[in-house]
């Protein structure tokens, strides 16, 4: 579904991503795990197309993506919750979620809009408030509930479950879960790793710009040295 | 080679009043360079856009002085670049020729620095005298706030008391302004008002003109020589600017002069050879740039010499010289060389300039 | 676990409340924090503890109820004032000076103590130069504090998301604070570097410095808290030590989840 | 009382011709959160550009049409030639290409046209409308209007449609906006060609009240972003009541109190005004949580 | 030895104004670069304002106008020296400043801009038409310095463009090193603190409002002296001085040549006060080519023509 070769990418004269090959296979759900500043950010905002690569090739269900601009990559299906929420704050909640189906005019976005409101009731509370008002963890939710609304057949997540509340983390990973089901393709980066894992089917690890290990989520979980770099145990 | 030098306000908020200026000093050089110079020297103008600003405008002078080296320096389209400029062919020892209206320029006299147009302060003689005439004792005034209305306005307020007159009213207007009738409204409303004078150049005295019209004011209208053109009457409107009066010059009424008008001559060629070259109608501004032209040129045949002092005694000497504004006699008391009967008092008639007797 | 009752109430919160457009953010919510101990606040998303931080820290006007700060009112007192009372805080969204540099940014922490008149700024004068100088000394160890000393010279603007956490914490930590407040200070983080922020939290409490912690890693707060406080909806809904807390019902029922009850 | 009905035709009159510039200046600025200086130029452009294809012998529709048409294709070329290639720009750098492009439109200007001062005729007459005992160009009631019909289309615009709201969102966040799929270079394009247009517009309206020539457009560009910012910039209703209130501060001044200070009148209000609210009558702060 | 930064554009700057002359085919040179060096002390109190603390003033020329007039008006009403006139126009400018500046300052960006510029045309206005005083429009003479007199007792024979061009040189000099000092102490990383993040520099301690008073009364120092300067060496002033275009063309001078830095800003005083010299050869495009330098200037160096060209020479970032 989406192959990433060889892909490098820099701020300014300062090379962050050096090589990354990476794959995710239609429906499936991966995971990236890394250090502060290991180079995930950069590596979701290169897929959604809003920083610059300077070398490699991504190709997503079979075509070229590199040539595609930012705006166009949500028509072939990628979505994207970014890091830092990126929100419309000035705008209401209900604007927001209607700009993440901007692409759409039909009966299924009221639907879709619906879904959002059961999965983060709390939104429907704040239909009609400027999102910027939110708190920081309903800022996460309708950040997702966002990227959702696009109908993604593969999703770009930057630490989705960043300062939500336990109950809703374990909420938030159902949901990334259920996705499968939809088959939608998640791509999740992760600083809750132990969380990720349990829901991927595979993961890879990135150390200063590079992925340095991978293989199935199972194994990543036990291997030892993920275990004391990552989870902490 | 003899150097001339100028700066106006080719563009900026003066440009209205620089632009024919500008051309007219062009046009001029290129005639007389064709016709084998002056003494057989070629003339060289140097000409500079200060657009307005008295502080370019001094920067400008310093280099036509000091880089340029030109033996004379025509310009200074408003008060304010005349007086930049002047401090500096003062201290230069260089003479200095403005087309600026207001009468601190030559008032009191500096030694090196002439001036061309008329003084506010005759504008407003020429303008009370013929209100006297009429016996109107109480006028209101309405003045653009930009240096020439602003002046004019002080000028016309320090004599009016000559003829009798009071003012009994006076508004001003910024010139960009785009609606005057509040203060007409104003004027309108004022006890006993019986003419209105507008000091002022540029679209404001157009405006004012139109609202006059707009307000049916039927008191009679003057304005200044600052829109003594033929644009003014398309802009005002011929029927909004039918009789409106002012103090203007020989250029306007070209045609009506009599045959033995020293001025006729001088007049019709200048018309005529700007208005086919540049296919727009002179303006007095025009005509105040060819008279400093005329006087720099005669006095420089004159003087034979490129000294500067020499060139100064020469100007100083210029007599009985026909301009477009009026006839010019210089002394070394007068750098004027104008008196009021250079005005001619006209009024609009029929969408057309004409001499009120 | 120190008595929490032996000493001296640094920070006292009576009756907070505050509300935006008809929501009570917060409600008559009222704890106490003493000095070198570490007071969490936990509870479900928009239950009102950033509010209730930018009401402790001046950035909010609460609408009712007091703040006390060793024994002095300073309920709506600037930020600044604040400050210059030894209360310091980081942001859940982030509050970077982009342009500057890292170092810079933490220097800045020190604006109290090195702050003079602007003259003498301009004049360059020896002792504004020597002020300069040591909060720079300061700065850089705190930065190695955090882990950023290799980052100092970079523009802060370019740092990665849980990079720029840390830079928040080195800069209140410049300030020298009575109290710190900590919003989501390990949000971002992995496991290995939210233990790496709960040594550091911890030695900042050991050496005297009251904590108010707002923090959703549930490890992290049973680790480190001496006293937990729990709202809901604007509303305080318990209170106690970890082990209560965690075992009340309605914090499990609000907040945790049944995944923590089965801890 | 007829005074003071006069001084509010005169107020009004003005005010519209203020309010079409602040309208102008709303759209660019919600898109991309730049205050476009050159704005009054698209006026000047509407006016000169109507008078000279007039004075060529087009009738006065026509010519008032091209030039609406060409002020907004100026107006996309500057975004496609200046702002665009200068995207991630700091705001300020922004509003001084803005700038250069008002000199650079005024340097064309007078080379393209000439400098003098210019007008055409009013659309319906030069008759006045007398109503009680003061009078109103009809000319006025033009420009009133179109104030009115473009205050009532950007609000709708706005408000109403997907697409405004995208406008909205470009200047709120362009990496989300492009995130959901809203190509931020045409909005802003879209932009700047009705900005443009608007503009263009309020100079072929203005001009037989107001006549024209290249250097006026930096009056306008003043006094409309006057009005915008004590309206509050970027609200509709804020650029229409901003308008319409400096013109009428102005005009209630020059009657009543002084007609040298009536500028001052006008600033010191908004002064006052942004003393007690900061952001303008309608505008909103920016809810920012931290 | 390596230089400070502070070092090196001082040095620069020194080297550049003692050199140049010695390049100069005539007086008229030493015009211009005075010009721009007075126009180079106004955009360095734009450095300070909009630079460090990110506050947008449209109305700055008002104290330029408030310098200006102070040396026009005070040796003829209040019989002092002009020498004095300055530092009177500099205390007006400062306490208009403050008291100015407490109301306002509390706006941000175009609030911020739009307040200024009232203040600045009200400034103007009454220069204007308080004719009585201020000479309207038509402008106004000012008294002579007498320094350049004084120091030909000295034995130093200056023409008066020499004068003032290694006068204003020695101010620019003396304001671009405050400053520099002022960029790297406290106060002046409380100021740039403040740009990035009102709430986070508060909460550090930094009073934010005061700060931002004191770069704006700072600022319209350098503006009334730069005013002050320039009604001195021409001998006569209008309330242009005072007028929007100033406050436009000062702002606009600092972000071409890099409003974050002296250098920069003083740079781009240069640029925009050579341009308008050099054009002449073209007038009737002037203002065409103006326009086109200001927008590729920040088109292709959007942080100012000094900091983008340095960062290329240096090969640091794009
Ligand atoms: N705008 C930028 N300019 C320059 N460098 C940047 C920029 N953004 C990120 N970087 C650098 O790129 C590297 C990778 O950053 P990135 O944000 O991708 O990390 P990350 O893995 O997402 O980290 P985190 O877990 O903290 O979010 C870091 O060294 C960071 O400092
Ligand atoms: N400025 C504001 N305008 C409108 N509503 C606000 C504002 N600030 C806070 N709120 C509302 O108050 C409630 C509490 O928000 P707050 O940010 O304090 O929650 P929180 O407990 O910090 O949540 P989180 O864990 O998600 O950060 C939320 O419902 C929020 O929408
Ligand atoms: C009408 C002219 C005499 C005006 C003159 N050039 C001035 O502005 O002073
Ligand atoms: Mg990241
Ligand atoms: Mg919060």
Not at chain 1, 154 to 175: H, K, N, R, T, Y
Not at chain 4, 155 to 172: E, I, K, M, P, Y
Not at chain 5, 7 to 21: D, E, G, N, R, S
Request: hydrophobic share 50%; glycine share 12%.
């Amino acid at each position: 579904m989406l192959t990433v070769e060889g892909l490098r990418s820099r701020y300014g004269r300062i090379e962050v991503l050096h090589g990354i090959d990476l794959s995710v296979d239609s429906g499936e759900i991966v995971t990236v795990v890394g250090a502060n500043g290991a180079g995930k950010t950069t590596l979701l905002r290169c897929l959604s197309g809003v920083q610059p690569v300077t070398a490699g090739q991504i190709t997503f269900r079979g075509e070229a993506l590199t040539p595609v601009p930012a705006y166009k990559r949500l028509r072939r299906g990628l979505a994207q919750s970014p890091e830092g929420r990126q929100i419309f704050t000035n705008l209401t909640v209900e604007e927001n979620l209607r700009l993440g189906a901007f692409l759409f005019n039909d009966d299924r976005v009221e639907k879709d809009m619906e879904d959002a409101f059961q999965m983060f009731p709390i939104l429907r509370e704040k239909r009609n408030l400027a999102a910027g008002g939110l708190s920081g963890g309903q800022q996460q939710m309708l950040a997702m509930a966002r990227a959702l609304m696009g109908r993604p057949s593969c999703l770009l997540l930057d630490e989705p479950s960043m300062g939500l509340a336990p109950i809703i983390v374990s909420q938030i990973f159902d949901v990334v879960k259920g996705l499968k089901a939809l088959d939608v393709t998640v791509l999740l980066v992760e600083q809750n790793a132990f969380g990720a894992l349990k829901i991927a089917d595979r993961g890879y690890v990135m150390e200063t710009g590079r992925i340095t290990m991978s293989g199935a989520a199972e194994e990543l979980i036990a291997d030892p040295r993920i275990r004391e770099a990552y989870l902490g145990i | 080679e003899v150097r001339i030098g100028a700066s106006v306000s080719a563009t900026g908020p003066a440009a209205f009043l620089g632009d024919p200026e500008a051309k007219t000093l062009e046009m001029l050089v290129e005639e007389l360079n064709a016709a084998g110079g002056i003494n057989g020297e070629e003339i060289k103008l140097v000409l500079y856009d200060d657009g307005g600003d008295p502080n370019k405008a001094r920067t400008f002078a310093t280099r036509l002085v000091e880089d340029d080296e030109v033996v004379a320096i025509i310009g200074g389209t408003t008060t304010g670049t005349s007086m930049s400029i002047l401090s500096v062919t003062e201290d230069a020892e260089i003479p200095f020729i403005s087309l600026a209206g207001a009468i601190d320029i030559i008032d009191p006299v500096k030694p090196f620095t002439f001036k061309t147009p008329h003084t506010d302060r005759m504008a407003c003689q020429k303008i009370f005298e013929d209100m006297k005439k009429q016996g109107y004792t109480k006028v209101g005034m309405i003045s653009g706030t930009d240096g020439f209305g602003a002046s004019m306005q002080a000028q016309c307020k320090s004599v009016v008391g000559d003829y009798g007159i009071e003012i009994v009213a006076d508004e001003t207007y910024d010139p960009k302004d785009a609606d005057m009738t509040a203060q007409l409204t104003k004027i309108k409303g004022a006890e006993g008002v019986q003419a209105v004078l507008n000091p002022g150049f540029g679209q404001g005295p157009s405006i004012v003109t139109r609202n006059y019209k707009q307000l049916a004011i039927d008191l009679p209208l003057y304005q200044s020589h600052g829109v003594a053109s033929d644009g003014f009457i398309e802009l005002a409107g011929a029927d909004a600017a039918e009789g409106v009066r002012l103090p203007g010059t020989a250029l306007l009424v070209a045609g009506l002069l009599a045959d033995d008008d020293a001025q006729k001559p001088v007049v019709t060629t200048y018309k005529t050879a700007y208005e086919d070259k540049f296919k727009a109608p002179v303006s007095t501004f025009g005509g105040y740039a060819r008279d400093a032209f005329l006087i720099l040129t005669d006095a420089l045949k004159r003087a034979g010499s490129a000294e500067p002092a020499v060139i100064r005694d020469a100007i100083e000497s210029t007599s009985g010289l026909a301009g477009t504004t009026g006839t010019y006699t210089f002394s070394p008391e007068d750098h004027l060389g104008l008196d009021l009967s250079a005005f001619r008092m006209l009024e609009i008639k029929d969408g057309k300039w004409a001499l009120v007797e | 676990m120190s008595d929490r009752d032996s000493q001296t109430t640094l920070l006292s919160v009576e009756g907070l409340g505050i509300t935006f457009g008809g929501l009570k953010a917060v409600n008559d919510v009222s704890f106490q924090v003493k000095p070198g101990e570490i007071v969490s606040v936990i509870g479900p998303n928009g239950a009102g503890k950033t509010t209730l931080f930018n009401m402790i820290s001046g950035i909010y006007q609460a609408g009712s109820g007091r703040v006390v700060l060793n024994g002095e009112d300073v309920t709506g007192m600037e930020p600044h004032l604040l400050a210059r009372r030894g209360m310091s805080r980081t942001f859940q969204n982030l509050q970077i000076f982009q342009s500057m540099s890292v170092l810079d940014n933490a220097v800045t922490g020190y604006h109290l103590q090195e702050k003079g008149s602007i003259l003498a700024d301009m004049l360059g004068l020896p002792a504004s130069r020597r002020r300069a100088e040591a909060a720079r000394e300061g700065a850089m160890a705190l930065l190695g504090r955090v882990g950023l000393e290799r980052a100092a010279e970079r523009e802060a603007g370019n740092l990665s998301y849980g990079s720029l956490k840390r830079l928040e914490i080195a800069r209140a930590l410049a300030l020298n604070p009575k109290i710190l407040l900590l919003d989501e200070p390990a949000a971002g983080c992995n496991a290995v570097e939210t233990a790496e922020i709960d040594h550091l939290v911890a030695e900042v409490a050991a050496s005297g410095v009251a904590i108010l912690l707002v923090e959703h890693d549930m490890k992290m707060v049973m680790r480190i808290s001496n006293h937990i406080v729990v709202l809901d909806h604007g509303e305080k809904i318990a209170e106690g030590d970890p082990a209560t807390v965690s075992k009340d019902p309605a914090v499990i029922a609000a907040y945790l989840g049944a995944e923590h009850a089965d801890r | 009382m007829s005074e003071l009905l006069q001084f509010l035709f005169s107020g009004v009159t003005v005010g519209a011709v203020y309010a079409l510039v602040a309208l102008g200046f709303t759209l660019i600025y919600n898109a991309s959160d730049v205050v476009n200086f050159a704005q009054g130029e698209f006026v000047m452009l509407g006016g000169m550009i109507t008078w000279f294809a007039y004075a060529a012998g087009l009738p006065l529709p026509l010519a008032a049409l091209i030039a609406i048409v060409a002020t907004a294709a100026l107006g996309v070329a500057i975004n496609k030639l200046a702002i665009e290639p200068a995207r991630g720009a700091p705001v300020v750098s922004l509003i001084i290409i803005t700038i250069g492009a008002s000199i650079f439109i005024q340097g064309g200007a007078q080379l393209i046209f000439d400098k003098q001062i210019h007008t055409f005729p009013a659309f319906s007459g030069d008759e006045p409308l007398r109503i009680g005992g003061a009078t109103i160009l009809p000319q006025s009631l033009w420009v009133i209007g179109g104030a009115l019909v473009i205050f009532a289309g950007l609000w709708v615009f706005f408000t109403r449609t997907l697409l405004g709201r995208a406008v909205l969102a470009t200047s709120n966040n362009r990496l989300a906006a492009q995130l959901v799929g809203i190509n931020t270079n045409f909005v802003m394009t879209l932009s700047f060609a009705l900005s443009a247009a608007i503009g263009a517009l309020a100079g072929v309206l203005a001009t037989p009240i107001t006549l024209t020539a290249y250097s006026v457009g930096i009056g306008f560009a003043l006094k409309g972003f006057a009005g915008a910012m004590l309206g509050g910039m970027g609200n509709p209703k804020g650029a229409l009541v901003g308008g319409f209130l400096i013109g009428l501060i102005e005009a209630l001044t020059a009657g009543y109190l002084s007609s040298q200070y009536k500028d001052a009148a006008a600033f010191i209000v908004i002064l006052l005004v942004l003393f007690f609210l900061p952001h303008g009558l309608f505008g909103r702060q920016a809810t920012q949580r931290v | 030895m390596k230089l400070t930064p502070k070092q090196a554009t001082l040095l620069t700057l020194a080297v550049l104004i003692a050199l140049t002359p010695f390049f100069f085919p005539s007086g008229y040179y030493y015009r211009v670069g005075a010009l721009i060096f007075v126009n180079g002390l106004a955009v360095t109190g734009i450095v300070i304002l909009t630079g460090y603390a990110g506050q947008i003033s449209l109305g700055h020329a008002g104290f330029a106008g408030i310098g200006a007039y102070a040396c026009a008006l005070a040796p003829v009403h209040l019989g002092i020296h002009p020498a004095f006139a300055v530092v009177l126009g500099a205390v007006i400018s400062a306490v208009l400043a403050w008291l100015v500046g407490r109301p306002i300052l509390r706006l941000k960006g175009y609030y911020l801009a739009v307040a200024s510029l009232g203040f600045g045309i009200l400034v103007s206005m009454v220069l204007n038409n308080e004719r009585e005083l201020t000479g309207g429009p038509d402008g106004i003479d000012v008294a002579d310095l007498g320094l350049r007199g004084l120091l030909k007792d000295f034995g130093l024979d200056l023409t008066n463009g020499e004068f003032w061009y290694f006068f204003s040189g020695l101010c620019l000099l003396l304001g671009a090193w405050l400053a520099l000092n002022l960029y790297n102490s406290p106060t002046g990383r409380a100021l740039r603190a403040l740009h990035g993040s009102e709430i986070a520099a508060r909460t550090v301690g930094v009073d934010v409002a005061r700060m931002k008073l004191n770069a704006f009364v700072v600022s319209a120092v350098y503006a009334s002296v730069s005013g002050s300067l320039l009604a001195l060496q021409n001998k006569f002033i209008t309330p242009d001085v005072a007028g929007f275009m100033h406050s436009i063309e000062m702002v606009t001078m600092a972000v071409l040549g890099g409003v974050g830095s002296v250098l920069g800003a003083i740079f781009g005083a240069g640029i925009l006060t050579l341009l308008p010299q050099v054009l002449t050869v073209f007038a009737e495009y002037e203002q065409l080519v103006l326009g086109l330098v200001m927008m590729l200037v920040m088109i292709f160096l959007r942080e100012g023509l000094l900091p983008s060209i340095l960062r290329k020479l240096r090969g640091t970032g794009e």
